[in-house]
């Protein structure tokens, strides 16, 4: 091997930015799932405020089945980023180069919830119109 190969796979800078980009994807696995839980309760709160207002209840169902999407994201964007940093520590362990993909961890997340979040808008303004 090369001297530019070794010296890159023993420095310890690289490991800890893959160990930073790993802890980064972790934070946003968990605010992902944290606005899930929230948004998957925001039904309830609705339906509060409906009574509250005496307004007949609706059904709302779709807060449940977004926050319960966003859950679900995050914990395959955890499990993702935890195979990605596994492969590219085992390559910086080989002394590979690390593979940049187009269609990356990333772009997947950020693609996924700009749908969600689409679909969350359209439901509050169509799915939410009737009230006073």
Same mark, same amino acid.
């Not at 091997?1 to 930073?20: H, K, Q, V």
């Not at 929230?38 to 405020?49: D, K, N, P, S, Y």
């Not at 059904?59 to 089945?65: D, V």
């Not at 593979?99 to 799915?127: C, E, K, W």
């Given at each position: ?12 800078? %690289?490991? =800890?930015?893959?160990?930073? %980009?790993?802890?980064?994807? *972790?934070?946003? @696995?968990? @605010?992902m799932m944290?606005?899930? =839980?929230?948004? /998957?309760?925001?039904? &309830? =709160?609705?339906?509060? #405020? ?10 709302? !169902?779709?807060? &449940?089945? =977004? ?11 955890? #499990?993702?980023?935890?195979? !990605? ?12 180069? *690390? ?5 990356? &961890?990333?772009? *997947?997340? /950020? ?8 679909? #969350? @808008? ?5 799915? &939410?119109?009737?009230?006073?």
């Open positions: 091997m090369d001297t530019e190969t070794n010296s890159t796979e023993g420095d310890p800078r %690289t490991y =800890f930015a893959a160990e930073r %980009t790993l802890l980064a994807w *972790i934070r946003t @696995a968990l @605010a944290g606005l899930g =839980f929230v948004v /998957a309760r925001f039904g &309830l =709160f609705l339906r509060e #405020i409906a009574s509250v207002r005496d307004l007949p209840p609706q059904p709302l !169902k779709a807060s &449940l089945w =977004f926050g319960t999407a966003l859950v679900l994201l995050g914990v395959a964007v955890s #499990i993702g980023a935890s195979l !990605k940093h596994w492969t590219t520590v085992r390559r910086l362990q080989r002394g590979q180069p *690390i593979v940049m993909r187009p269609a990356s &961890l990333a772009f *997947i997340v /950020a693609l996924l919830m700009a749908l969600l979040g689409a679909g #969350i @808008a359209v439901y509050l303004v169509f799915g &939410l119109s009737e009230s006073p």
